[in-house]
């Protein structure tokens, strides 16, 4: 089985439809490349109870991997690591390499001429104030450190929000753990459309085509107006390597393309392959 | 307080990070406008226990409006009405009304020359199948009926993935109910912005804002390159009337406006005002 994570957006510009959530959806793909299955994705607000709620209750269930995004930074709404640190029970103490990691930002801001002086006020050293025993991942990005810590079996991880940020301390910290416990697995994907056939009639040819390539995941997404049927048909699979992916996706296209034409569907090939 | 909120996005296709969620940015949006607060956005496969769970854990905690979206249509995989029987420990059976509504929409697909005669295959039955107790809503759009139940002191409602008719079900037959739940309340947000300031330096000046408008909640998004801060601050208000969120957010944004300018930032105001 596929190791599983769970990923916890934190904001509420999520849950007032102020911000898209596309770190969640970025991350999603990124994980599922590497070989990770994503189990569930849960969008909580700023607010210290319904964070250390939730990542109690990921932690009960076990998964390998909890990733939350946002509320890294210096102000009074960021609160990731005061939730975790409630959901762990243990004490949030200035980390002495996060703090260096943070005062060497503002070396830097010194140096380009952004600020005059480092002063480590209360906001910034918050940055560098992480649950005990957590471990900072640097950001090269921009001020405030990722976290990471191993409780039991899962290795909880705290991300900022800020997409660039997030992204590079992911790239940097993150992505190797997840492919090394991953293994040697790629995800392969492929889409296909369908015109001139509903829905309701594509469903049981999907059914057969499943039930005969029993490692390849097939899902159709309706795309256009009632008028004029436009359904796209997704294929994937996570395999040991390119070939074999290819190859088992190849075989259910072909089989399902000659279903739905049978039916006076007709099939067009996408270009998006794969990553 | 407020009325409170679930939004439950059901599909894979979220997971692997092929799909970006807007239908739930989309419904937050409007639920917040409406005047309900969303408390959690949760993601989860195509998959009858996943789903059962989520919402099982979902109705426990009394949450006056959870809405589900996504895994309503003909295919194997979609599983929403599934899951939802098993969370409530409820029979599957065939509805005579959401049976009528899908028949007519098949009559229409014939009128319309799309199909030759309207037969009730599995497939199409299967959208009219509903947990014991649970209400069709009508989809103006498409050809799956959403639903809706009343679970103890929760509704609990099912609309489609496909987005325009989530859209057209939710605005025909879920805001209606949203509005006369909120009351006479709106939400009222504006954004300024603020430049030659670190978040850091910004943060304690929120502090103070906040404190001092207790009615009114800052955050501040950054925006910029390292090189060059520019960070977003948005404010926003749930009140009883235009006129007295209006009034409370100019407050604010005066306030914070001068102690930022103290400081040497610069402040622009944005031109989105409210909804």
Known sequence: MNQQMEIISI????????????????????????????????VVRDDTNDIAKIVHEALKRKTRFIITTGGLG???????????????????????????????????????????????TPPRVKMATLPKGAEPLPNPVGTAPGIMMKV????????????SEMEAIFEESVAPLLKKEAGEVVFFE???????????????????????????YIKSHPKGEEKKPHIEIHFSTT??????????????????????QKTGGKIKLSVRVGE
Do not use: C
Request: proline share 4%; glycine share 6%.
């Open 11 to 42: 904001g509420t510009e999520l849950l007032i439809g102020k911000t898209l959530n596309t770190n969640a959806h970025w991350m999603a793909r990124r994980a599922t490349s590497l070989g990770i299955t994503v189990k569930r994705i849960t």
């Open 74 to 120: 210096p102000t009074f709404d960021d609160k990731t690591l005061e939730g975790m640190a409630k959901a762990l029970n243990r004490k949030l103490e200035v980390d002495e390499k996060a703090l260096k990691m943070v005062r060497e930002k503002y070396e830097g801001y010194v140096k380009a001429g952004r600020i005059e002086r480092v002063e480590l």
């Open 152 to 163: 039991e079996g899962t290795f909880l991880i705290a991300l900022p929000g800020v997409p």
């Open 190 to 216: 492929t889409s296909i459309y369908a015109d001139n056939i509903m829905e309701s009639t594509l469903a049981p040819l999907i059914d057969q085509t499943m039930h005969e390539n029993p490692y390849v």
């Open 239 to 260: 395999a040991k390597d390119f070939k074999t992916a290819k190859d088992r996706l190849g075989k259910a296209i072909v089989q399902l393309s000659e279903l739905v």
